[in-house]
């Protein structure tokens, strides 16, 4: 039992004098004891933090493991921690390690470097997680080829996307899809950035890395002068996309955008099952088709489920308000041919921010999808007669 009088520190030589004469066990007992009462005291004064740190200095060292892992765990509970014992919490917590990262109030830049140093990834990725993080401990967690680590910074939205933060994390995406889907749930992250990874990322993701190309202006893509080149014009491949995909022959859909698009036929095949249409929605716009004709050819490829409608009317708007221009230059970034930090540019910036509760908006009944569909049965009665 520590005395009354000790729970100050105010009496340092009686700890001393306990140090001195006493063995590991009687070490153990004092470092628990002065641990468990220094984070009882709330916060403490300069002269108090100063004094505990001498002495915890003295304790450490001398007890046991079990003893050190115990106390720097009750020591890691106090209000305030100078960077000395921050560093002595760290040292001897053991596996309480990532509470005690998880919990600290506050971590010097210090403490945080010395974990970055020591290349520990689990305790680096809680550190990313931190909203207190300064541009130093920032710049060096970015330099860590660990993909738990740029999880952890993906998903911290107390960190700005600007600069060459804003790179690596574009760069990232690119190799890991839960990074790209992280961004892809913030607000404050440019989702166009995201087309390398258009493959990798959810339903919604797609929907929302399109949008991001709406009412924007991008650089010549170089698929352009391919698809200016081609003989076969947009009507006629609306037509031999909506019988194939009507005649389920998806294997000759798979063919048939590999020849017109360049992208290899693993990547084709992935285009051509999709049932969400947000893929070939961006090859039917890249090569000029309007709404109308558009929507025919997704009405046949897309699932038939109680969504389809909001969906489709979700794409009605947007081939109005994606160029055909901006989808050339999303099919180059699949094909790995621009640089699509360019995006950030100014001049490449939206023009018009689209409201982030546009979709949700779109109405259920949106005439170009009932134009469309109404067409669609048209043809269906031509043949059945």
Request: hydrophobic share 45%.
């Amino acid at each position: 039992m520590v005395p009354p009088e000790m729970l100050g520190f105010q009496p340092y030589e009686t700890f001393q004098l306990l140090i001195e004469t006493g063995g590991v066990d009687r070490t153990n007992t004092l470092l628990i004891a002065a641990c468990d009462a220094y984070a009882r005291r709330g916060k403490p004064t300069v002269p108090e933090m100063e004094q505990f740190e001498a002495l915890a200095a003295r304790l450490f060292p001398t007890a046991g493991p079990q003893a050190r892992a115990k106390g720097a765990a009750i020591l890691g509970r106090a209000e305030l921690l100078s960077p000395a014992l921050e560093r002595l919490v760290v040292e001897n917590i053991g596996e309480d390690l990532i509470p005690f990262l998880e919990g600290a109030v506050e971590l010097s830049d210090q403490t945080m470097l010395d974990i970055i140093a020591r290349y520990d990834v689990p305790a680096c990725a809680t550190l990313a997680a931190r909203a207190d993080l300064s541009n130093v401990v920032l710049a060096k967690l970015f330099q860590m080829n660990s993909r738990k680590v740029y999880r952890a910074l993906a998903s911290n939205t107390h960190i700005a996307p600007r600069g060459a933060y804003l790179s690596a994390l574009a760069r990232s995406a690119q190799m890991d899809h839960l990074v790209a889907e992280a961004l892809g749930r913030r607000d404050d992250f440019d989702a166009a950035l995201l087309a390398p990874a258009f493959f990798d990322l959810s339903d919604t993701h797609r929907v929302k890395v399109i949008q991001a190309f709406a009412n924007r202006t991008t650089p010549t893509a170089p698929i352009s002068r391919t698809i200016e080149q081609l003989s076969v014009a947009s009507g006629e491949l609306t037509k031999a996309l909506m019988k194939l995909f009507s005649e389920n022959r998806r294997p000759e859909v798979t063919r048939l955008l590999s020849q017109i698009t360049g992208l290899d036929e693993v990547r084709c095949g992935q285009i051509a099952h999709d049932v969400t249409g947000a893929s070939l929605f961006v090859i039917l716009r890249a090569f000029g088709a309007t709404a109308y004709d558009g929507l025919k050819v997704l009405i046949h490829a897309t699932s038939h489920d109680s969504e389809r409608s909001r969906a489709l009317a979700d794409f009605a708007t947007l081939f109005g308000a994606v160029s055909s221009e901006s989808m050339a230059y999303l099919m180059s970034a699949w094909r790995g041919e621009v640089n699509l930090l360019e995006l950030s540019k100014p001049q490449h910036q939206p023009f018009t921010q689209a409201s982030t509760r546009t979709p949700a908006m779109a109405p259920a009944h949106n005439p170009v999808v009932e134009q469309a569909i109404e067409a669609l049965a048209k043809i269906g009665v031509r043949r059945a007669s």
